[in-house]
C-alpha cells in the first residue's frame, strides 16, 4: 500500500462531463495538496488543505472544486473542463506543525485528458 | 521573488559520469531546499534535502551543494547510472508559507 494512493489513473472526460478525482494518503498527515503538471512547466499549486480546513486556493477557476472531509480523503471535483485543462493531477501530503514542517509525499497522479 | 530557476532543462550523461543540476533563488525567507525525482508515470519522490545551516549533504551517490550568499543551490548524482533516468526538480519553502516552489525540472538522460 503506498503512501498516498490517487485514483483513477487515468480520466478522459469531454467538456461537459462531470467527474471526480479521488486521493487518500495513509502516512498520518495533517496536510493534503492538490497539485497541476503540465509538461514543461513547474508544479502548480492548486489548492491546500490544512486541518481539513482550505488554506490555500491559487486562483484556481471555479470549474475545479476540491473537497476535504477528513485528514485522509481529499476529492477535486471537475465539471465543464476545458482543453487545457489536461494534465497529471497530484495529490500530496506532509505533516505540518507551528515549527516545521515535513516534505512533501506524492501520489502517482491522475492523468486527465480533455477532449 | 518566488520563482525557482533550474537548469539545465535536460542533460545526457554517460553511465559512470556525474550529472549536476543547478538551481536559483531570490526569497531569502526560503529555508528549506528538497530535490525530488520523478519517474515517467510516477509521482514526484523525495530524494534528498537540505537546510541553509549546512553547505553540503550527502547520501550516497547524491550530494546537494549549497551556496549560500550566491543564494544557489546543486544536485550532484556521482557515478550516474541508467536508472538514475528520471526528471529532478528542486524546490523550496520557507517555515511559514504553505507552498512548495517548485523548479520546472531537469530530465536526465543516463546512456548505457
Known amino acids: 500500500e503506498t503512501g498516498v494512493t490517487q485514483t483513477p489513473r487515468h480520466l478522459v472526460m469531454g467538456m461537459t462531463n462531470k467527474k471526480s478525482l479521488k486521493c487518500e494518503q495513509h502516512?498520518?498527515?495533517?496536510?493534503m495538496y492538490w497539485y497541476k503538471q503540465s509538461a514543461k512547466k513547474p508544479l502548480e499549486l492548486m489548492f491546500v488543505?490544512?486541518?481539513?480546513?482550505?488554506?490555500e486556493n491559487n486562483s484556481v477557476p471555479s470549474r475545479f472544486s476540491p473537497e476535504c472531509p477528513n485528514s485522509s480523503h481529499l476529492f477535486l471535483h471537475l465539471h465543464t473542463l476545458q482543453p487545457e485543462d489536461s494534465a497529471l493531477y497530484l495529490c500530496?501530503?506532509?505533516?505540518?506543525?507551528?515549527?516545521?514542517?515535513?516534505?512533501?509525499?506524492f501520489g502517482n497522479g491522475t492523468r486527465l485528458t480533455v477532449t | 521573488q518566488q520563482q525557482v530557476k533550474q537548469s539545465p532543462q535536460s542533460l545526457i550523461v554517460q553511465k559512470g559520469g556525474i550529472s549536476i543540476i543547478n538551481c536559483a533563488y531570490e526569497?531569502?525567507?526560503?529555508?528549506?531546499f528538497p530535490w525530488y525525482q520523478q519517474f515517467p508515470g510516477k509521482g514526484p519522490a523525495l530524494l534528498i534535502a537540505?537546510?541553509?545551516?549546512?553547505s553540503e549533504k550527502k547520501e550516497g551517490r547524491f550530494t546537494i551543494s549549497f551556496n549560500k550568499s550566491a543564494k544557489q543551490f546543486s544536485l550532484h548524482i556521482m557515478d550516474s547510472q541508467p536508472g538514475d533516468s528520471a526528471t529532478y526538480f528542486c524546490a523550496a519553502i520557507d517555515n511559514y508559507g504553505q507552498n512548495f516552489v517548485f523548479g520546472p525540472g531537469t530530465r536526465l538522460s543516463v546512456l548505457p
Open positions: 502516512l498520518g498527515h495533517n496536510a
Open positions: 500530496a501530503s506532509s505533516q505540518v506543525s507551528e515549527v516545521t514542517r515535513s516534505p512533501l509525499h
Open positions: 537540505i537546510r541553509p545551516d549546512v
Open positions: 488543505y490544512n486541518f481539513k480546513e482550505q488554506t
Open positions: 526569497n531569502t525567507a526560503f529555508d528549506y
